[in-house]
């Protein structure tokens, strides 16, 4: 496989339409019996323009040009060979909005996850590529401070459940699971996921090539308000260690399928943010450093008043935590503003993101670091409904009607971050993603990038997170 360079345009396809939600009910067959179809006799559902988005997308790729329109047409043909084991990434980051708690239909959180209707789509064009020998996985590492249910609340809730049962009869080799191992409770301590990752984890040590590697104040590195200890177990010194689900190290293709939405800490949630989820243990991985820029932290912006940090330090204390948790209860704010590093100042978990997309391309199925590329890689963006203002987790949802498909996870996000209204030289996540020179993850040159299909300029701003606001517009 190549080395993550490009040597021509690299072509991101945006698809846009007039879709005011996602197509009910599942399992979401195709508008119309396209010729490609694998099934002579296919279901169809009229009402559902977003099959056709994502076909169009793959159209405006160039993928199998010579085919379009023919029963031969084969779009993911040269990113999925027959037989091979393909791993659909989506985020399914939690099942939980605080607007509209668990509640169905999905309400705010159809602009925190991804849709079942969007995974159906793929789906059916990675069994064309695939067949009958392939295997067919959809795996995510929800949120570790979410319940043990919260994946398969996401697949019933999405309709994806109903898509992977359709499909499973009509002889699709597809499952869907957990690759979580453990998540803890309420309370913090640590409990076992029953299923998780049936083919178990590998743990990878990227040493002098992580990106924390010279990072300033190392020993500050925390994972949240309650953890500040995991993460600097793994990242200490010339140690810099990812546990990796692998069912993603024995894929062949990855086709990435993210939500497009803001995020507190690096701005942007699009490609390069998902894979994030190919960890099992996500508390491993610094996402802030403790304390305020003046004494070499990231955690927010302005220093501590003597109440703040002495709830700070109590929620470094098990045996004190719940006490904190009881003021919040009765009311008193234990949760300063950008504690945890939820703003545009945040110089740390931007790391961690570009490593695991490092691991994702160039780690083989033992967990070693390769020169060249070990999978084929594609991002389907799910932009029909967005998220906007304090995504990850609680984003407010705004129509999108969006599709954007690239098979360069830099190139989409700058496309992506374009499109919300947002400069990506003002984003770490992806200047520095471009400036990686062992183990590049794609194009060094955005002027290299092509745009195909429709992209209406009109198309009005994404409202950034607060602790963003005037630091990333356009």
């Not at 990686?436 to 290299?448: A, F, N, Q, S, T």
Request: aromatic share 8%; with cysteine; glycine share 10%.
């Amino acid at each position: 496989m190549d080395n993550g360079r490009h040597d021509s345009p690299c072509v991101v396809s945006v698809v846009q339409a007039h879709v005011p939600d996602y197509p009910e009910p599942p399992p979401f067959h195709p508008p119309q019996a396209y010729p490609e179809s694998p099934w002579k006799n296919v279901d169809l559902q009229e009402d559902n323009p977003v099959y056709d988005m994502v076909r169009t997308a793959f159209i405006n790729l160039g993928l199998d040009p010579a085919h379009v329109g023919t029963p031969a047409w084969n779009p993911l043909g040269d990113i999925i060979r027959k037989g091979e084991f393909v791993l659909i990434k989506p985020n399914f980051v939690t099942d939980y909005h605080p607007r509209y708690g668990r509640r169905k239909p999905c309400d705010g959180r159809e602009g925190v996850i991804v849709h079942g209707s969007i995974l159906r789509a793929v789906a059916d064009y990675a069994f064309l590529a695939t067949g009958a020998t392939g295997r067919i996985v959809i795996a995510d590492n929800t949120m570790h401070t979410t319940p043990l249910s919260t994946f398969q609340n996401n697949l019933r809730n999405t309709g994806t459940q109903a898509v992977v049962e359709y499909l499973q009869r009509q002889g699709v080799p597809i499952c869907a699971y957990d690759l979580r191992t453990e998540a803890p409770r309420a309370d913090q301590a640590i409990r076992a996921v029953p299923a998780g990752d049936p083919f178990g984890s590998t743990i990878i040590d990227l040493g002098a090539d992580s990106e924390y590697a010279g990072m300033d104040h190392p020993g500050r590195g925390a994972f949240n308000q309650w953890d500040v200890t995991t993460p600097r177990r793994h990242h200490a010194g010339v140690q810099h260690e990812y546990s990796i689900s692998n069912t993603v190290l024995r894929a062949d293709a990855i086709i990435s399928v993210p939500k497009l939405k803001t995020h507190a800490k690096v701005g942007v949630s699009a490609a390069l943010k998902n894979t994030f989820g190919i960890s099992n243990q996500k508390n491993w991985v610094p996402h802030f450093r403790q304390g305020t820029p003046a004494h070499g932290g990231d955690e927010r912006e302005g220093a501590y008043t003597r109440s703040e940090s002495l709830i700070q330090w109590v929620k470094t204390r098990r045996i004190l935590r719940r006490s904190v948790r009881l003021l919040g209860l009765l009311g008193i704010n234990c949760s300063p503003e950008s504690q945890t590093g939820s703003w545009y100042g945040n110089d740390t978990v931007w790391r961690g993101v570009l490593d695991l997309n490092k691991i994702l391309f160039y780690a083989d199925r033992h967990g070693v670091m390769q020169a060249q590329r070990q999978r084929r890689y594609l991002a389907v963006i799910d932009g029909i409904i967005a998220g906007e203002g304090e995504g990850p987790l609680t984003p407010t949802a705004r129509n999108g009607g969006t599709i954007l498909a690239a098979m360069d996870p830099i190139a989409a996000d700058i496309v992506a971050a374009g499109m919300m209204g947002f400069d990506y030289t003002k984003l770490r996540i992806i200047g520095k993603a471009l400036t990686l020179k062992k183990h590049p993850i794609g194009l060094d040159h955005p002027e290299d990038i092509r745009v195909a299909g429709s992209w209406a300029a009109a198309v009005p701003a994404f409202r950034p997170p607060h602790s963003w606001a005037g630091r990333i517009e356009k």
